[in-house]
């Protein structure tokens, strides 16, 4: 059959009519499928559930379901929290006024002539130091109005040494503000705006309230754009933060970056219950680990600061550290849950009320401590001349210990003290690791030498982390108990201390 009559034949007609109805139904399926879990505009999505019954996939009624009690639902805005959280936190422009190098210039022919025209002579040395702006950017928080003086709450580090400080307000209006004082143990610091004009004043909420999954806005600056709005949640409370920050810290995943610092976290009703502080993040930008003080920390702090410029806290001089597991059962304690003191300051107010090197302390006044940093939490927060009991565990039994709390000093000053630090150092137990690692044979007994203070009476007398104690004034030291039932002999001044560097055997003097 030629091409022209087999185009025209009824077969191939019934052939292509067949072929025309399959895709037409195949680009129809398509087209439905493709269409399954969407909606147009205007339309509702419907959600997909799992029914009780059967396990079966089902479609839920358009309408939405009811709210459980006490439950809050997630908001379809926060337009109204951020109308409330924004008229008060301001931008916060620092400047600092630093003292640089400035290299010095090249005799001739390089510096030919000088900017005032004149042909260049050697500069003396006092014309090499020039004056520089350095610039910083944080936030802050009006907190309190008295008379015709607003102040806003920010972070230390944000106005450090400030010689200069504008305040840029929502509104864009700008003031100069001076330093009332600050409080570098929390990061916190107060300056003041004085104005006849109405500023908007934050309302203060209580963090004591807040639960891990609360909703929150953080409110600030970050990389100078003013008045951000983000938000997240509370991820976790009583976090701990960087090095010498007592204070306890609310985790959010709110984004929170640089210029941040300083400013607001909002609770739903639109309350300041915290203040941005710091973010956990490699690379500089906001990973989800944003972390704020709580702003019941920070009252007190305000208060102190508006009276006084300075914050006090209590003082017992001490050096504390956590517990681990291995050291508790040396020290026969049934729990780990408190803080071992490493060190007492001598004539502080630990020493003169009997605490020792070696009490382990779980409670203070009756409340229970459970780690390093909630004891440093719990006497900063008491009053000097306070009589406080403290419970604790000496070589594996149970006492209390009536403690006169003192004045803490700043913290130059307590640096200067660290001659005054007895024993000086931590030790803990000679466990199989650290022998091997030092060549001891199992026959060798004595602590471990961990850390030494620098300035201490043991630094000065020349002992050394890794240095193994085996001896002190003839007394041969098997266990860490016997260590520390040694320097605390109230009778003895002097103490001769035999250890082991290096597989050779020495002596130190201390004095205690």
Same mark, same amino acid.
């Given at each position: 059959?030629?091409?022209?009559?087999?185009?025209?034949?009824?077969?191939?007609?019934?052939?292509?009519?067949? =072929?025309?109805?399959?895709?037409?139904?195949?680009? /129809?399926?398509?087209?439905?499928?493709?269409?399954?879990?969407?909606?147009?505009?205007?339309?509702?999505?419907?959600?997909?559930?799992?029914?009780?019954?059967?396990?079966?996939?089902?479609?839920?009624?358009?309408?939405?379901?009811?709210?459980?009690?006490?439950?809050?639902?997630?908001?379809?805005?926060?337009?109204?929290?951020?109308?409330?959280?924004?008229?008060?936190?301001?931008?916060?422009?620092?400047?600092?006024?630093?003292?640089?190098?400035?290299?010095?210039? =090249?005799?001739?022919?390089?510096?030919?002539?000088?900017?005032?025209?004149?042909?260049?002579?050697?500069?003396?040395?006092?014309?090499?130091?020039?004056?520089?702006?350095?610039?910083?950017?944080?936030?802050?928080?009006?907190?309190?109005?008295?008379?015709?003086?607003?102040?806003?709450?920010?972070?230390?580090?944000?106005?450090?040494?400030?010689?200069?400080?504008?305040?840029?307000?929502?509104?864009?209006?700008?003031?100069?503000?001076?330093?009332?004082?600050?409080?570098?143990?929390?990061? /916190?610091?107060? !300056?003041?705006?004085?104005?006849?004009?109405?500023?908007?004043?934050?309302? /203060?909420?209580?963090?004591?309230?807040?639960?891990?999954?609360?909703?929150? =806005?953080?409110?600030?600056?970050?990389?100078?754009?003013?008045?951000?709005?983000?938000?997240?949640?509370?991820?976790?409370?009583?976090?701990?933060?960087?090095?010498?920050?007592?204070?306890?810290?609310?985790?959010?995943?709110?984004?929170?970056?640089?210029?941040?610092?300083?400013?607001?976290?909002?609770?739903?009703?639109?309350?300041?219950?915290?203040?941005?502080?710091?973010?956990?993040?490699?690379?500089?930008?906001?990973?989800?680990?944003?972390?704020?003080?709580?702003?019941?920390?920070?009252?007190?702090?305000?208060?102190?600061?508006?009276?006084?410029?300075?914050?006090?806290?209590?003082? /017992?001089?001490?050096?504390?550290?956590?517990?681990?597991?291995?050291?508790?059962?040396?020290?026969?304690?049934?729990?780990?849950?408190?803080?071992?003191?490493?060190?007492?300051?001598?004539?502080?107010?630990?020493?003169?009320?009997?605490?020792?090197?070696?009490?382990?302390?779980?409670?203070?006044?009756?409340?229970?401590?459970?780690?390093?940093?909630?004891?440093?939490?719990?006497?900063?927060?008491?009053?000097?001349?306070?009589?406080?009991?403290?419970?604790?565990?000496?070589?594996?039994?149970?006492?209390?210990?009536?403690?006169?709390?003192?004045?803490?000093?700043?913290?130059?000053?307590?640096?200067?003290?660290?001659?005054?630090?007895?024993?000086?150092?931590?030790?803990?137990?000679?466990?199989?690791?650290?022998?091997?690692? =030092?060549?001891?044979?199992?026959?060798?007994?004595?602590?471990?030498?961990?850390? !030494?203070?620098?300035?201490?009476?043991?630094?000065?007398?020349?002992?050394?982390?890794?240095?193994?104690?085996?001896?002190?004034?003839?007394?041969?030291?098997?266990?860490?108990?016997?260590?520390?039932?040694?320097?605390?002999?109230?009778?003895?001044?002097?103490?001769?201390?035999?250890?082991?560097?290096?597989?050779?055997?020495?002596?130190?003097?201390?004095?205690?």
């Amino acid at each position: 059959m030629n091409t022209k009559k087999l185009f025209y034949s009824k077969r191939f007609f019934l052939f292509n009519l067949v =072929l025309v109805g399959v895709i037409a139904g195949f680009v /129809l399926s398509f087209a439905a499928f493709s269409n399954i879990g969407s909606a147009s505009v205007g339309e509702a999505a419907h959600a997909q559930g799992t029914r009780e019954n059967g396990g079966e996939n089902t479609e839920q009624a358009s309408q939405p379901a009811p709210q459980a009690a006490g439950k809050a639902s997630v908001p379809e805005s926060f337009n109204g929290v951020a109308k409330k959280a924004l008229p008060s936190v301001v931008e916060l422009r620092v400047v600092d006024i630093v003292e640089q190098q400035v290299p010095q210039q =090249l005799g001739w022919p390089w510096n030919f002539m000088t900017p005032e025209g004149q042909q260049g002579e050697s500069q003396s040395n006092e014309d090499q130091q020039r004056e520089f702006k350095r610039r910083g950017l944080g936030s802050g928080v009006i907190v309190e109005k008295r008379g015709n003086n607003y102040y806003i709450l920010t972070n230390n580090h944000v106005v450090g040494k400030a010689d200069e400080i504008k305040t840029v307000l929502t509104s864009g209006e700008e003031y100069s503000a001076t330093i009332v004082g600050k409080d570098p143990r929390k990061d /916190l610091a107060l !300056v003041k705006v004085s104005t006849g004009d109405s500023l908007p004043v934050a309302k /203060l909420g209580n963090s004591d309230n807040l639960k891990i999954g609360d909703w929150v =806005l953080a409110v600030g600056s970050p990389f100078g754009f003013v008045s951000s709005v983000t938000a997240g949640i509370v991820s976790a409370k009583g976090r701990s933060g960087p090095a010498n920050n007592i204070s306890e810290f609310i985790q959010t995943d709110a984004a929170i970056n640089r210029g941040n610092s300083g400013g607001a976290l909002v609770n739903m009703q639109g309350e300041v219950i915290g203040i941005n502080t710091w973010i956990a993040a490699p690379s500089g930008g906001s990973v989800g680990l944003g972390f704020a003080v709580p702003i019941n920390n920070a009252k007190q702090a305000i208060e102190q600061l508006i009276s006084t410029g300075k914050v006090e806290y209590g003082w /017992l001089g001490v050096s504390i550290a956590g517990m681990t597991e291995s050291l508790a059962e040396k020290m026969n304690l049934p729990t780990q849950k408190g803080a071992f003191i490493h060190n007492v300051y001598l004539d502080s107010p630990a020493a003169k009320g009997g605490l020792m090197p070696g009490d382990f302390v779980t409670e203070v006044d009756g409340q229970k401590i459970a780690n390093r940093e909630e004891l440093v939490r719990a006497v900063g927060q008491l009053e000097a001349g306070k009589q406080v009991e403290f419970t604790l565990f000496r070589y594996g039994e149970e006492r209390t210990v009536t403690v006169e709390i003192g004045k803490r000093a700043d913290a130059e000053t307590i640096q200067k003290q660290q001659n005054r630090l007895w024993p000086g150092m931590i030790v803990v137990p000679l466990e199989k690791q650290a022998r091997q690692q =030092l060549n001891l044979d199992s026959s060798t007994e004595g602590v471990l030498v961990a850390n !030494v203070e620098k300035q201490s009476k043991a630094f000065i007398g020349g002992l050394r982390p890794y240095d193994v104690i085996t001896e002190i004034n003839g007394n041969k030291i098997a266990s860490i108990l016997d260590f520390y039932k040694v320097v605390n002999e109230s009778s003895t001044k002097e103490f001769k201390v035999g250890f082991i560097r290096e597989g050779n055997k020495y002596f130190v003097g201390l004095t205690k």
